[in-house]
Nanobody, 115 residues
């Protein structure tokens, strides 16, 4: 069993930055493929970025070059550095951890980009 707790969301002006964190507890975090997803108001949940246990990274086209996903396996923590934020990045951001049939989600953290 893995529990995921996100933090770091908030209100930021366009062009600003935020760093989201996702603290994991439980099983061996390093073995999990991890990722960030988001759900904007009235829209379906979408992938933001993923990071495999082997280090392969995938970004959504809308965030490539602005967002950076990383992990610290010793701290069992996943990060999402978000720069040059835009109003369309406003959403609830969720972290995810997958290992074979095991699929875990955090409770989400709100990111609002507005002037």
């Amino acid at each position: 069993q893995v529990q995921l707790v996100e933090s770091g969301g908030g209100l930021v002006q366009p062009g600003g930055s935020l760093r989201l964190s996702c603290a994991a507890s439980g099983s061996i975090f390093s073995m999990y493929a991890v990722g960030w997803y988001r759900r904007a108001p009235g829209k379906a949940r979408e992938l933001v970025a993923t990071l495999s246990s082997g280090g392969s990274i995938n970004y959504a086209a809308s965030v490539k070059g602005r967002f950076t996903i990383s992990r610290d396996n010793a701290k069992k923590t996943l990060y999402l550095q978000m720069n040059s934020l835009k109003p369309e990045d406003t959403a609830v951001y969720y972290c995810n951890a997958k290992y074979f049939q095991y699929d875990y989600w955090g409770q989400g953290t709100q990111v609002t980009v507005s002037s």
